[in-house]
């Protein structure tokens, strides 16, 4: 029971890793607020709730600053404080040269992958700041926010950034006893890529040294790990979790 009595916020909580992340969580003694924009997520709160966790959907969009506010304040009415802040939610493109990216589609994807997390860490600093008693944050970036991949311009640009702000909010609230970190996966067996073509796939497979993709709960772990006491002196650090990708 590493996060017993524990309150803990987790974005894009209702698929793949998030979804992972929530179960471990729960099971981990936590409280748990799935924050997400898929009616997935009302339906595993209710399934965790029937099995005797504390589970709560709210629905949220993570690039809306007034949404990331009323889960903020929806956590704390309802669970009494916050204590971790998981800023998972993420979306995917399919692969495209950067000359066929719009604006639009790149706007996209800094709106969901690089402002909803500093959204919701913004606000889940202020919240901890307030309670005075430390938190932790981490953040879901990939092993695309530290190299690079020909037709994800725009995935590589916004990971990057989440690398980067979790080491300046690590830096910057380590005296607060708010420890601010980051997880890289690499390639996961998700929803987001199942999508991905056959030989696409076999592709990304091949990449990975262990031969095989990861699995949402082997990412789960990491985030536990970070998100629990057992990481006390980690921090602005971005985990990389990829089956030897990165190390080749
Ligand atoms: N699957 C992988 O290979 C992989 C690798 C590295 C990093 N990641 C990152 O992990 C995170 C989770 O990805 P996943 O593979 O579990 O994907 P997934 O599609 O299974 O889950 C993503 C969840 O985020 C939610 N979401 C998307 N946009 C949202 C928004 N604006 N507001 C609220 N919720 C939103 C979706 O509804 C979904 O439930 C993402 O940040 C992704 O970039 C995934």
Request: glycine letters at 12%.
């Amino acid at each position: 029971m590493k996060l017993k009595d524990k309150v803990a916020i987790v974005t894009g909580g209702a698929s793949g890793i998030g979804e992972a992340t929530v179960r471990l969580f729960a099971s981990e003694g936590a409280s748990v607020v799935i924050a997400d924009r898929s009616a997935l997520g009302e339906k595993l709160a209710r399934e965790l709730g029937a099995s005797g966790f504390a589970a709560h959907y709210s629905e949220v969009d993570v690039s809306r600053e007034d949404d990331t506010r009323r889960l903020i304040d929806d956590t704390v009415n309802r669970f009494g404080r916050l204590d971790i802040m998981v800023a998972n939610a993420g979306i995917a493109h399919p692969s495209a040269p950067v000359e066929d990216v719009s604006v639009e589609q790149w706007q996209q994807m800094i709106d969901v992958n690089l402002t909803g997390v500093f959204l919701s860490n913004k606000l889940a600093i202020v919240q901890m700041k307030k309670q005075g008693s430390g938190g932790a944050v981490v953040n879901m970036a990939s092993i695309l926010g530290h190299v690079g991949m020909p037709g994800a311009a725009s995935y590589n640009a916004a990971k990057g950034g989440v690398v980067n702000l979790t080491r300046s909010l690590g830096v910057a609230y380590a005296k607060d006893g708010i420890r601010v970190n980051a997880v890289c996966p690499g390639f996961v067996a998700t929803p987001l890529i199942e999508r991905a073509s056959g030989e696409a796939r076999a592709r990304l497979v091949a990449a990975h040294p262990v031969g095989r993709l990861g699995q949402a709960a082997e990412v789960a772990k990491a985030v536990l790990f970070l998100a629990s006491d057992d990481a006390s002196f980690v921090v602005g650090t971005s985990l990389i979790v990829d089956g030897g990708y990165c190390a080749q």
